[in-house]
T-cell receptor
Framework: QKEVEQDPGPLSVPEGAIVSLNCTYSNSAFQYFMWYRQYSRKGPELLMYTYSSGNKEDGRFTAQVDKSSKYISLFIRDSQPSDSATYLCAMSIRNAGNMLTFGGGTRLMVKP | GAVVSQHPSWVICKSGTSVKIECRSLDFQATTMFWYRQFPKQSLMLMATSNEGSKATYEQGVEKDKFLINHASLTLSTLTVTSAHPEDSSFYIC????????????FGPGTRLTVL
């Protein structure tokens, strides 16, 4: 079993839809949670960074962390074709020098 | 936001040659930089953790003599793929940790290496 599980997709949605991306993890020591967006042949771009349970909102993006269930989510409202990319969740244990453990990534396609 | 650059963005080389990839943090000091490798349609695989002024820490299965890492300053780390072979062809991505901030990692744009 991988430490971080993420549905690879692809997830195809119409423009304007609400997108829900999820990761589950097994290591309760993870303290910091991140979502990255990666376009093809590009480096990952940090979207959201949280370190506590609850919700964090930034524009059309909302990150949700449930440490009791070891489950994190990223919601994208009013999805746009430009949101089409691979979304990677990542986690770290602070004392581990912030070494990240990644999920496998979910490929999202938003169709106009 | 914090910017990390990589150079070159792509490189094609002959088998047996060495290739150096540079990773720079442009607007912050990075005490720690990370090197990843990514195969098509797969997630990032951590190769090594690079701390300024000290030897890199390599992940299990990564040959330190093949992938030489130097982190000579707070804004620059280099990865040298020595005696490259076709199986080393991959997408190499660095990230830098903003030590003064919340510890977030910011990624470079990646370097695509093709070994003929």
């Amino acid at each position: 079993q991988k430490e971080v599980e993420q549905d690879p997709g692809p997830l195809s949605v119409p423009e304007g839809a609400i997108v829900s991306l999820n990761c589950t993890y097994s290591n309760s020591a993870f303290q910091y949670f991140m979502w990255y967006r990666q376009y093809s042949r590009k480096g990952p771009e940090l979207l959201m960074y949280t370190y506590s349970s609850g919700n964090k909102e930034d524009g059309r993006f909302t990150a949700q962390v449930d440490k009791s269930s070891k489950y994190i989510s990223l919601f994208i409202r009013d999805s746009q074709p430009s949101d089409s990319a691979t979304y990677l969740c990542a986690m770290s244990i602070r004392n581990a020098g912030n070494m990240l453990t990644f999920g496998g990534g979910t490929r999202l396609m938003v169709k106009p | 936001g914090a910017v990390v650059s990589q150079h070159p963005s792509w490189v094609i080389c002959k088998s047996g040659t060495s290739v150096k990839i540079e990773c720079r943090s442009l607007d912050f000091q990075a005490t720690t930089m990370f090197w990843y490798r990514q195969f098509p349609k797969q997630s990032l695989m951590l190769m090594a953790t690079s701390n300024e002024g000290s030897k890199a820490t390599y992940e299990q299965g990564v040959e330190k003599d093949k992938f030489l890492i130097n982190h000579a300053s707070l804004t620059l780390s280099t990865l040298t793929v020595t005696s490259a072979h076709p199986e080393d062809s991959s997408f190499y991505i660095c990230s830098a940790r903003d030590g003064a901030g919340g510890g977030e990692q910011f990624f470079g744009p990646g370097t695509r290496l093709t070994v003929l």
